[in-house]
Antibody, heavy 122, light 106 residues
Framework: QVQLVQSGGGVVQPGGSLRLSCAASGFTFSSYGMHWVRQAPGKVLEWVAFIEYDGSNLYYADSVKGRFTISRDNSKNTLYLQMNSLRPEDTAVYYC???????????????WGQGTLVTVSS | EIVMTQSPATLSVSPGERATLSCRASQSVNSNLAWYQQKPGQAPRLLIYVASTRATGIPARFSGSGSGTEFTLTISSLQSEDFAVYYCQQYNNWWTFGQGTKVEIK
């Protein structure tokens, strides 16, 4: 079955860096755009970043632009989120999610990874 | 940015009753709207896409309707496993979520 298994996360000091990974299985990873979404404690969902199926285009929320980098390795069926210059307001559970339709950009998210907590605190 | 507004914030419903959740977009999103269910400590799960199409494995008691700026998620007869938070999401112009409706046991 389609599965996204996340790793990475943890506690980091303000200004620090962290890399999240999302290992995909059960579908043709190289055919789907992929997203990162975050949810601060007790807060709503916030889209963070998107990468096209072939890595040709990258898009970011204004709140993370210039600090976060989304990437993918289609040979390893893995999605990444490199997070630099982290701030306390970046504290959240981060989810990876698969785009709903092959090669398409503007679609729903299905499924989602299990989530990983990133805590930015001194 | 398209702002999604959900109402009510909390809906108290007895098991077996119908629940009706609303979602309004600040501008037209055509039918590019999805609904998700999230339970505590879990990732969101896709319920509905293209405003009214049920995702694989979603029971028929879940239905979606609407287009443009007004959308509705209806749960025809609430089961115990349906008590959760529900989010709408537009994907017509980037991706934005509503603030959620918590469906709780009355």
């Amino acid at each position: 079955q389609v599965q996204l298994v996340q790793s990475g996360g943890g506690v980091v000091q303000p200004g620090g860096s962290l890399r999240l990974s999302c290992a995909a299985s059960g579908f043709t990873f190289s055919s789907y755009g992929m997203h990162w979404v975050r949810q601060a404690p007790g807060k709503v969902l916030e889209w963070v970043a998107f990468i096209e199926y072939d890595g040709s285009n990258l898009y970011y929320a204004d709140s993370v632009k210039g600090r976060f980098t989304i990437s993918r390795d289609n040979s390893k069926n893995t999605l990444y989120l490199q997070m630099n210059s982290l701030r306390p307001e970046d504290t959240a559970v981060y989810y990876c999610a698969k785009g709903g339709v092959p090669t398409a950009r503007a679609r729903w998210f299905d499924p989602w990874g299990q989530g990983t907590l990133v805590t930015v605190s001194s | 940015e398209i702002v999604m507004t959900q109402s009510p914030a909390t809906l108290s419903v007895s098991p077996g009753e119908r629940a009706t959740l609303s979602c309004r977009a600040s501008q037209s999103v055509n039918s590019n709207l999805a609904w998700y269910q999230q339970k505590p400590g879990q990732a969101p799960r896709l319920l509905i896409y293209v405003a009214s199409t049920r995702a694989t494995g979603i029971p028929a008691r879940f239905s979606g309707s609407g287009s443009g700026t007004e959308f509705t998620l209806t749960i025809s007869s609430l089961q115990s496993e349906d008590f959760a938070v529900y989010y709408c999401q537009q994907y017509n112009n980037w991706w934005t979520f509503g603030q959620g409706t918590k469906v709780e046991i009355k």
